[in-house]
């Protein structure tokens, strides 16, 4: 439920509804001064009718020319009779608002009743839609950081509210911070996939209500500004295989061989299959001169390729 609803509800209090029936005594007061002055522009043209008629009858039936003029006029005068009536009576219609003892008591037990009938777990909410409707005259919205919100009830009585600013569709899609500070401490230790496969087993999901995966993953850390495990790993000081290759002075199927021989500390560092190595120990040689190292090293840069 809405917590600008809750506020509405909770405003139905017996000094609300006394202030309510206050206000409603004041404008019925209004309403009927209202009444009278169309009452009397009714009685104007009854006269002004009246008086018309008159004229029509004392005018010389032979004189047509006056008598058809007098007719017009008074015709005129009863359509303008018949037209403040049927406004006099619309607008009375309207204006009946009077509260008897009866209503009021009703109105006054709505302090306990309307509460209770809206917390009943069995009222639909399109009857609550209803409810406010019966009970909100307007609502004024001033959208900043919050939302302040005035609130003008049917009788006059007046609250404001201070609400949450209500969140837009690409916030309602986004990742959750908790699965965002996740990631990102995993991102320490995992690849994109197997950070999606942790989160999934922690029963996290996407801001979609999907389940993560390496796409997904990679999508956050665009999003939010989080690195990769590549990166963090060379910010932590790994190198790249040509990187130690170019070191040691060594081909770089060299260096592959030497990470499967367990000579090099090395770890893959995403889904394509890349490696990246510890700094070698300084006595790591493969038994050849170092000039033959340097040697085949400048013919490797140029012929060997691929992820080692």
């Known amino acids: 439920m809405p917590p600008s609803a809750s506020l509405l509800v909770d405003a139905v209090t017996p000094k609300a509804l006394e202030l309510t029936l206050a ?13 009278r002055v169309r009452h009397r522009q009714v009685e104007r043209a009854q006269y002004e009718a009246d008086r018309a008629w008159y004229r029509y009858m004392q005018v010389d039936p032979g004189n047509r020319l006056v008598a058809d003029s007098l007719e017009a006029d008074w015709n005129g005068k ?10 006099y009576q619309r607008q009375r ?16 037990a709505l302090a306990v009743d309307f509460p209770v009938v809206w917390w009943d777990p069995n009222t639909p909410q399109r009857e609550r839609k209803r409810m406010l409707a019966l009970l909100v005259e307007d609502v004024t919205l001033l959208k900043q950081r ?14 404001t509210l201070t609400l949450p600013r209500p969140l837009t569709a690409w916030e309602l899609r986004a990742t959750s911070p908790e699965a965002r500070q996740q990631m990102n401490a995993l991102l320490d230790e995992y690849t994109d ?9 922690r029963g996290l999901r996407t801001g979609a209500g999907e389940a ?19 990166l963090r790993l060379l910010a932590a000081g790994m190198l790249t295989g040509k990187q130690i290759a170019a070191q040691l002075g060594v081909r770089r199927t060299t260096i592959g061989r030497w990470r499967r021989e367990g000579r090099l500390e090395a770890r893959i560092c995403n889904e394509m299959g ?7 120990r300084a006595d790591l040689s493969d038994g050849r001169p170092p000039s033959e190292r340097a040697g085949l090293n400048v013919k490797d840069t140029s012929t060997v390729g691929g992820a080692v």
Do not use: C, M
Request: negative net charge.
């Open 274 to 280: 890349h490696w990246l190595y510890a700094p070698p």
């Open 23 to 35: 206000v409603q005594h004041e404008i019925q007061t209004r309403l009927d001064e209202a009444d």
């Open 93 to 108: 219609t309207a204006d009946r608002v009077a509260v008897d003892p009866e209503q009021r008591a009703r109105i006054l």
């Open 146 to 159: 919050q939302v302040t919100a005035h609130v003008r009830f049917r009788g006059g009585a007046t609250t």
């Open 78 to 87: 009863l359509r303008t009779l018949a037209e403040a009536q049927a406004e």
């Open 193 to 201: 996939a197997q950070v999606a496969a942790i989160l999934n087993e």
């Open 212 to 230: 993560f995966d390496a796409a997904s993953v990679q999508w956050v850390r665009f999003s939010a500004g989080l690195t990769s495990l590549k």
